[in-house]
């Protein structure tokens, strides 16, 4: 037997292997960090094509675990999602993330990742009116990313859940576009204002056709559903140059800038805009 941090006991015997033990110790280590708020939110600023200047930044959460190092969000988000945790985590991602975009310009929005979990079996709406209400932030300037897999199972809840959201003046970009589920009836019938282009896709600009003929689509169909659309993932000048000729409104990635600290953030958006 071995004594979590938690205190709880955790039995195992020869047939849990290595990955089980590190998955229990990630668990656990997950659930304190919730609770003793070791987080860090990071933001990347995005930008408009046309005159460079900058529309906002999205908020990514960091986690620098005390032994192993920095343990990325695409490792830890789903098990917080499997635990039940991403509904403290997501309020807290809400709470920080609104308070922090207070000290930018007026005209930039904030856009926090919103877990498919939290949209379906928390109290998402709870969440955010205290994240806006805490911080006094124009609930104009905050945008939940939501992916696809989001409207698998759609139910009235969720659709309940979309106008309560979209009253308070809050608005939703797509995520990963691209990646999931192909049915395209979801983008109508729920109040999505922005698509975005999945960074897979991006990243074989110039010259994939494929991935070509994927962006050249989703741009029309945001431009006759009346989307704003993004590319994430923008790192060369020929991809965005590319995606300017095409007619892609917004970017964000490394060539534009990386995910900043909460300061950096604050200067490099009220500069205005890029170069
Ligand atoms: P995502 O929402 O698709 O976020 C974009 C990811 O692409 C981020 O990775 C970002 O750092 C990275 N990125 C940005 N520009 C570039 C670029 O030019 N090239 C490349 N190769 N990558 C770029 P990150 O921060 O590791 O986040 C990974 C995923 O974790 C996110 O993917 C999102 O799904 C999830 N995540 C992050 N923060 C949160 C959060 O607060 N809540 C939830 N539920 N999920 C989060
Ligand atoms: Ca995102
Ligand atoms: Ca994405
Ligand atoms: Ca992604």
């Given at each position: 037997?071995?004594?979590?941090?938690?205190?709880?006991?955790?039995?195992?015997?020869?047939?849990?292997?290595?990955?089980?033990?590190?998955?229990?110790?990630?668990?656990?280590?997950?659930?304190?960090?919730?609770?003793?708020?070791?987080?860090?939110?990071?933001?990347?600023?995005?930008?408009r094509?046309?005159?460079?200047?900058?529309?906002?930044?999205?908020?990514?959460?960091?986690?620098?675990?005390?032994?192993?190092?920095?343990?990325?969000?695409?490792?830890?988000?789903?098990?917080a999602?499997?635990?039940?945790?991403?509904?403290?985590?997501?309020?807290?991602?809400?709470?920080?993330?609104?308070?922090?975009?207070?000290?930018?310009?007026?005209?930039?929005?904030?856009?926090?990742?919103?877990s498919?979990?939290?949209?379906?079996?928390?109290?998402?709406?709870?969440?955010?009116?205290?994240?806006?209400?805490?911080?006094?932030?124009?609930?104009?300037?905050?945008?939940?990313?939501?992916?696809?897999?989001?409207?698998?199972?759609?139910?009235?809840?969720?659709?309940?859940?979309?106008?309560?959201?979209?009253?308070?003046?809050?608005?939703?970009?797509?995520?990963?576009?691209?990646?999931?589920?192909?049915?395209?009836?979801y983008?109508?019938?729920?109040?999505?204002?922005?698509?975005?282009?999945?960074?897979?896709?991006?990243?074989?600009?110039?010259?994939?056709?494929?991935?070509?003929?994927?962006?050249?689509?989703?741009?029309?169909?945001?431009?006759?559903?009346g989307?704003?659309?993004?590319?994430?993932?923008?790192?060369?000048?020929?991809?965005?140059?590319?995606?300017?000729?095409?007619?892609?409104?917004?970017?964000?990635?490394?060539?534009?800038?990386?995910?900043?600290?909460?300061?950096?953030a604050?200067?490099?958006?009220?500069?205005?805009?890029?170069?």
């Amino acid at each position: 037997a071995k004594r979590t941090g938690t205190g709880s006991i955790v039995w195992y015997d020869s047939v849990m292997d290595g990955t089980r033990l590190q998955r229990l110790a990630l668990e656990r280590d997950l659930v304190e960090a919730v609770e003793a708020e070791t987080f860090e939110l990071v933001y990347q600023p995005q930008a408009r094509l046309s005159d460079g200047t900058w529309t906002g930044a999205e908020a990514l959460l960091r986690w620098h675990h005390p032994e192993r190092g920095f343990v990325s969000p695409a490792e830890f988000i789903p098990v917080a999602e499997e635990m039940g945790v991403i509904h403290e985590l997501g309020a807290w991602v809400l709470r920080t993330a609104c308070r922090d975009a207070q000290a930018w310009p007026a005209s930039a929005k904030v856009a926090v990742n919103v877990s498919p979990i939290q949209l379906v079996a928390g109290d998402l709406v709870a969440a955010v009116r205290a994240a806006l209400e805490g911080s006094g932030l124009d609930p104009r300037r905050l945008e939940l990313e939501i992916t696809e897999s989001a409207f698998v199972g759609e139910d009235k809840r969720l659709a309940g859940t979309f106008s309560e959201l979209l009253a308070m003046g809050v608005t939703f970009a797509l995520d990963d576009f691209g990646t999931g589920y192909s049915s395209l009836g979801y983008l109508h019938r729920f109040p999505i204002s922005k698509i975005k282009i999945d960074r897979s896709f991006v990243a074989d600009l110039p010259g994939s056709r494929p991935s070509e003929a994927v962006l050249r689509s989703v741009v029309a169909l945001a431009d006759g559903l009346g989307l704003r659309v993004i590319a994430e993932g923008v790192e060369t000048l020929a991809q965005a140059e590319w995606l300017r000729d095409m007619g892609c409104e917004e970017v964000q990635g490394y060539l534009y800038s990386r995910p900043l600290d909460r300061l950096r953030a604050v200067q490099t958006l009220s500069a205005g805009s890029f170069d």
